[in-house]
Structure formats: structure tokens, C-alpha cells
């Protein structure tokens, strides 16, 4: 099982960014997917889930209404759409794949997002 | 539904039980018996990896003198034999129901 994010760097403050998680080693559309953050030198914040069939999205109340989860089955691929960046959205954005739905059983490596004014 | 630990930091020595305890501000306790609670270990430099889940079921590689217990709004990670490879950031997190919500983190560190 493997998950690779990409797309982190530096954004405006009020910007957008899209972050992406490539999975491979198993069946992406039998799984939900997460994204998880951590800021630098901070715990782990729980963002957002898609259901498998990408027909069910669910946020942090830091992130609804400014961020956006999808998918694409066939690319086997996760997006994280970003958008009013604060400067408290700086950190590692991690993908996850989930057991069940809830569950984080495998995580990628992370891509780090700086968001400057 | 707010989760915390304690203790924030724990020194421990190789060979030695520790133990790290999560609260729930409502019960995880559902259908069937089962506790949405997880536990995750962050060794440092790395992603977080999955120990427990569901209160007290080990995921696959986790060697077994790690073990998750508890009901309710009370649980308790175990380690039977610290290892120095055991270092790092572990934190719970509920899964009842989103937002879903780590708790803080414990510091497991070596005396």
C-alpha cells in the first residue's frame, strides 16, 4: 500500500492550492479517504473524508466551506482543494486511507503547505 | 466531542510497563460492544501509524505487547515492554463521529 502526496508549497494568504494523494497496492474504490494535518511542531488535525464512491464528504469545522474533498477512481487519486488560505492552514497535509470509514490504516508521507502573506 | 490524555509526557525505560490514558467527553461506546476509539503511534520524523483500533483490536505488524483497553469515555494504551524503538508521539482519536478528533499526544520518551 502506497499513498504519495503532492501539490504542497507556498500560497498567498486568501490563495488556493490542490493538494493530491496517488494511492497504489490496492483497491482505491472499495475505500474511503481522509486528510489529516499537523502543523509545525503541533498535533494531528482531522480534516476531511470521502466515502468510496466519493458521494459522501464530511469536513473539520477549521476547514468546511473554504476547503474540498474528491476523487477520481480511475486515477486512483485524492484531492484536497484549498481555497481563502489563512496562515494557520501552514503544515504537513497527510492522505489516509480509511478501514472502515473512519479508521487511518495507512498514511502517506505528507506534503508541507506555507501559506505567507 | 473533545478528547484529552494524560500524561502529556511520560520518561520511560526499556523493559519497563507503560501506559497512556484517553478521556472522551461523551462515551465512543455503539452498537455491538464496540468503542470508536483509535490509537496511533508518530515516531519522530515519520507519519503516524495505526496501533489500535476500535478500543482494543491491534492492526496487523503491531507487535503484541501493545494493547488497547477500555469502554466508555475511558481508555488506557498499554505497553507490556517498552522498547527504545517505541519512542515518539501517541495520541487517540475518536471515530464515533465526525469531525473526527485527536487528542493531544503523549510524549513517550526514554528516561
Known amino acids: 500500500v502506497y499513498l504519495v502526496e503532492s501539490g504542497g508549497g507556498v500560497a498567498q494568504r486568501g490563495g488556493s492550492l490542490r493538494l493530491s494523494c496517488r494511492v497504489s497496492?490496492?483497491?482505491?474504490?472499495?475505500?474511503?479517504m481522509q486528510w489529516v494535518r499537523q502543523a509545525p511542531g503541533k498535533g494531528l488535525e482531522w480534516l476531511a473524508v470521502?466515502?468510496?464512491?466519493?458521494?459522501?464528504?464530511e469536513f473539520a469545522d477549521s476547514v468546511k466551506g473554504r476547503f474540498s474533498i474528491s476523487r477520481d477512481n480511475p486515477k486512483n487519486t485524492v484531492y484536497l482543494q484549498m481555497s481563502s488560505l489563512r496562515a494557520e492552514d501552514s503544515a504537513v497535509y497527510f492522505c489516509a486511507r480509511g478501514l472502515g470509514y473512519s479508521t487511518l490504516d495507512h498514511w502517506g508521507r505528507g506534503t508541507l503547505v506555507t501559506v505567507s502573506s | 466531542i473533545v478528547m484529552t490524555q494524560s500524561p502529556l509526557s511520560l520518561p520511560v525505560t526499556p523493559g519497563e510497563p507503560a501506559s497512556i490514558s484517553c478521556r472522551s467527553s461523551?462515551?465512543?461506546?455503539?452498537?455491538?460492544?464496540?468503542?470508536?476509539v483509535d490509537w496511533y503511534l508518530q515516531k519522530p520524523g515519520q507519519s503516524p501509524q495505526l496501533l489500535i483500533y476500535?478500543?482494543?483490536s491491534r492492526a496487523p505488524g503491531v507487535p503484541d505487547r501493545f494493547s488497547g483497553g477500555g469502554s466508555g469515555t475511558d481508555f488506557t494504551l498499554r505497553i507490556s515492554r517498552v522498547e527504545a524503538e517505541d519512542v515518539g508521539v501517541y495520541y487517540c482519536?475518536?471515530?464515533?463521529?465526525?469531525?473526527?478528533?485527536f487528542g493531544p499526544g503523549t510524549k513517550v520518551h526514554i528516561k
Open positions: 497496492g490496492f483497491e482505491f474504490s472499495k475505500y474511503a
Open positions: 470521502i466515502s468510496d464512491d466519493g458521494l459522501k464528504q
Open positions: 476500535l478500543g482494543s
Open positions: 461523551q462515551s465512543l461506546l455503539q452498537t455491538y460492544g464496540f468503542n470508536y
Open positions: 482519536m475518536q471515530t464515533l463521529q465526525t469531525p473526527f478528533i
